[in-house]
């Protein structure tokens, strides 16, 4: 009876700490379901909720505090986010060097790594596809759109002191920041014709102050 105990015990143990279904437990807490629908839809929906929150003495305490106060879900976020380093965590599924094989990873990793110790400065892991933040808390966005729009006028100077290429320097799949093509202009690389053979300068700015930066900046 007793060995039968200890088995259910330890089965019951087990399922809550690795099986992925185990997470609807979560939802005994009404103020878990964003966290577990956003990770649910995304591709961490086949990881329990106790890879990055493991059974610990704190967690267990977190878990009293919800039973107790209820915080809502901001509450929770604004709490917990600053405790949980998560780079470390991240680093159990995701490998180093695949990171830093992005380019806007290659940028910020230092940063989430030294500074923050977190990949969620940027990441939101309930939801990983979706930017937790926008680029705009650090960045400017008055000097990023004055900056993107001399892009064309400087391209175009080069252009005429004979740089050919330099186009391709945002506008090519080789490129650091890889700026979509239209299918015209995909259709006119086959046929060998270059940029100018349609577009007529001075070009227009590039406008991005309505733009998502992950749309190139990738």
């Known amino acids: 009876m007793i060995a039968l105990i200890l088995a259910s015990g330890i089965g019951a143990l087990t399922f809550v700490n690795y099986a992925p279904e185990a997470n609807k437990l979560c939802l005994a807490c009404h103020n878990m379901e964003p966290f577990y629908r956003g990770l649910s839809a995304s591709g961490h929906g086949e990881v329990n909720c106790h890879k990055c929150h493991p059974l610990t003495p704190s967690v267990v305490k977190e878990l009293f505090i919800q039973l107790t ?4 879900p901001a509450e929770i976020k604004e709490e ?4 949980i380093s998560m780079y470390e ?12 094989s992005l380019q806007i990873h290659e940028a910020h990793l230092e940063m989430a790594i030294e500074v923050i110790g977190s990949c969620d400065v940027c990441h939101n892991p309930h939801s ?13 966005e008055v000097d990023a759109v004055r900056e993107h729009w001399l892009f064309h006028e400087e391209a175009t100077a080069r252009l005429e002191r004979g740089d050919i290429n330099v186009c391709l320097e945002c506008h090519s799949s080789t490129a650091t920041w890889e700026i979509e093509l239209s299918p015209s202009c995909i259709r006119g690389q086959i046929e060998g014709k270059n940029c100018f053979d349609c577009h007529e300068a001075p070009l227009s700015a590039p406008d991005i102050s309505l733009r998502q930066c992950i749309e190139c900046h990738r």
């Open 69 to 72: 106060e209820s915080p809502s």
């Open 80 to 83: 917990m986010g600053p405790k």
């Open 89 to 100: 965590v991240c680093l159990t599924c995701h490998k180093e060097e695949d990171l830093a």
């Open 128 to 140: 990983p596809s979706d930017l937790d933040v926008s680029c705009r808390k650090c960045h400017d």
